[in-house]
């Protein structure tokens, strides 16, 4: 083999090898991901004002028995959601950018350090044991029933996620989708910011030992 044959060959590798390094090394955190830290913050609760945990709301009767019969549910009925929506509004929440290919509920590589930064706030000693809604939200684009299914998947595709790379048991993660309910912008409809995660910190581990 000539020198310049041995070279060619050379650099050919050394450029397949960059490549693949590039695609399997971990993709860093988006400018706007919250950290871990951010997000068990943002999700713990306390019975004194404080700037770092929301106020805690004691769950009523018909609440607690409500988050009984419909955890184990896949799919929660408009009702539920409606009910489900009235719990979130007084309890503790985050708003996650999940990124998700276009118009489908499949995981980018890019949603793995922020759902990653979510699972490890989740399995704190801190919010282990709690149950946590997770909601799925989209923007007013497409057909309202479109958007109602979409957010339902992809709710439940961040649901797998937890259970199989943290394993969080599945009982104390609450997949629903809301469609193009509840915006985040209701003044642009389209605006990107309606497409999200909300995360609700729906029951403390103490409350959620006595649904069994």
Known sequence: MDRRSYLGRTVAVAVLAAGLAWT????????GDLSAQQILEGLKTSKTRSLSAAT????????????????RTRSLSMGDREHMAAIAAKRPKIDLDINFEFDSARLTPRAQPQLDNLGKALTSPELSGAIIMLGGHTDAKGSEAYNQKLSERRAETVKKYLVKHFRIPPQNLMASG????????PADPYDGANRRVEIVNVAEKEQASNLK
Do not use: C, W
Not at 178 to 185: A, M, P, T
């Open 56 to 71: 805690r709301t004691d769950l009523s009767a018909d609440d607690l028995a409500f988050i009984k019969r419909v955890r």
């Open 24 to 31: 399997f090394a971990p993709h860093p955190a988006a400018a």
């Open 178 to 185: 809301y469609g193009e309910k509840g915006l985040k912008n």
